[in-house]
């Protein structure tokens, strides 16, 4: 994010649509203290060291104890030497000065160096880090601990200007195509802000749909100073200083990550495919109320294919299935699967269910699937749709829309059985399998469970007009 200690966007680095923007103070306190943290000195062994690690250099001084460890050091702030433990040949020791005593850490090399969750490329840099980590934590741990009571995320009102803006790029009429592959110039404001100013436009936008997404964080190394988009303040260390979401770019510390609202709005430009991505991702990314593989893909069977006898259950050529999957994922709503190209219905109903199979996390999700086969373990079948409507509530908004919306098709399906030799049941053994899949990877109980996945297709299907 940020350059200097002030500021994280400058006016020149946003385009002129937003030349009047004023961006936020962002608090330099942690980043002086940085500026401030000691140097690393390494101490040179002055003698040649056998059996020196060849990963290791000149400041490894052999088998030596902490009282010579120390004294070696003299006393210096910043000053390391690398030695071999004397109780545990083989095993080496960090020693480093800090705060008027010598520390002592077990360091290990695995291809990188690292004492903790972090690795490096040199001692020096873990040692730079180190230092950093210690003197930030020793001088400022109350300050640190207080960073997420007061964060600037809950009070973006400094956006105001850039929001009206940024959304005129962003909005699209319900009745215009969005495009998957967003060119260049039309995005050229929003990828020159942050993402937390983007999230501003985004949450104003009215045509987008306001499912519930978690963010997807992960941890980052930032190339230069850069500054939390939850707290505003500095983010320390040389590497993995924060967590970054690959789905929309918010930066944050590793701590503030989890007070961050479940308000991720992913950017299309990080959102590399259709098939194999997560389903609430999708549909906030391209702004749409279900996936919209679902959508044509539903919408091409029911103009030339709801006749077809054993539709869903007939498969088409895995070939053109694959090219249909790629389609999607190259092109996005702009895939063409009409008769002209893919004449055999079957290689659309095909990737169809492949799209729900591939999905990380299934339409009927992980967590409500026992909930969902105990409900259909119940015999009494007013108490079972009961249980059933109940578990629904459950699922998270984006699923269940899609959910509803692949069960009213699978009831025309149903209506055209004298043509198709289609009904209910069938589809639910096609379809079981497709949407809910058991959490762990079991072969006896997804086996054990298929005739209650079956069941629960069935009872969806005969009842969509009661259960959503």
Request: charged residues 25%.
């Amino acid at each position: 994010m940020a350059a200097s200690s002030n500021s994280s966007l400058s006016g020149s680095s946003v385009s002129s649509d937003a030349e009047e923007y004023q961006p936020p103070i962002w608090k330099s306190y942690l980043y002086q203290l940085q500026q401030e943290a000691p140097r690393p000195k390494r101490i040179i062994c002055p003698r040649e060291v056998e059996n020196r690690p060849k990963y290791y250099g000149r400041e490894f001084h052999g088998i030596i104890s902490r009282e010579q460890a120390d004294e070696l050091l003299g006393g210096v702030e910043g000053a390391y030497i690398l030695r071999e433990s004397q109780r545990q040949p083989g095993c080496y020791t960090l020693a480093l000065r800090f705060g008027n005593q010598t520390l002592n850490y077990r360091l290990f090399h695995d291809g990188k160096h690292f004492v903790g969750e972090k690795r490096f490329e040199s001692i020096h840099d873990l040692v730079t880090d180190g230092l950093i980590t210690l003197y930030i934590e020793t001088k400022a741990a109350e300050y640190i601990s207080k960073m997420t009571t007061n964060p600037i995320y809950e009070h973006i009102g400094y956006a105001t200007l850039l929001r009206e803006k940024v959304s005129r790029k962003l909005s699209k009429s319900k009745n215009e195509p969005r495009k998957t592959n967003v060119t260049h110039e039309e995005h050229t404001a929003v990828d020159k802000i942050s993402s937390l100013v983007r999230r501003a436009a985004l949450t104003h936008n009215d045509n987008h749909f306001n499912y519930e997404k978690t963010h997807n964080f992960k941890v980052h190394t930032f190339r230069g100073p850069h500054w939390c988009e939850y707290c505003a303040n500095f983010m320390w260390g040389l590497i993995a200083q924060g967590v970054r979401c690959s789905d929309c770019g918010l930066n944050v510390h590793k701590q503030c990550s989890k007070h961050v609202p479940n308000d991720c709005q992913p950017d299309l430009k990080r959102i590399k495919k259709v098939y194999c991505c997560d389903l609430t991702t999708l549909v906030k990314a391209h702004n749409t109320q279900r996936p919209m593989v679902v959508d044509i893909c539903i919408r091409e069977i029911e103009a030339r294919g709801l006749k077809s006898e054993g539709l869903y259950r007939v498969s088409g050529f895995t070939e053109h299935i694959e090219d249909v999957k790629m389609a999607f994922d190259r092109d996005g709503e702009k895939a063409d699967i009409s008769a002209n190209v893919y004449p055999d219905i079957n290689i659309i109903t095909g990737a169809l269910k492949l799209y729900f199979r591939d999905l990380p996390i299934p339409v009927i999700t992980y967590d409500t699937y026992s909930k969902f086969i105990d409900a259909a373990k119940i015999s009494n079948a007013d108490e079972r749709l009961e249980a059933i409507h109940e578990v629904l509530m459950l699922l998270p908004p984006a699923h269940y829309e899609t959910l509803r919306y692949l069960m009213i098709h699978l009831k025309k399906v149903t209506m055209n059985e004298k043509d198709n030799f289609m009904n209910a049941e069938n589809l639910g053994i096609v379809f079981g399998p497709t949407l809910m899949r058991p959490p762990e990877d079991s072969t006896l109980t997804t086996l054990h469970d298929m005739r209650y996945q079956k069941l629960i297709v069935q009872i969806l299907i005969e009842n969509e007009d009661v259960l959503f």
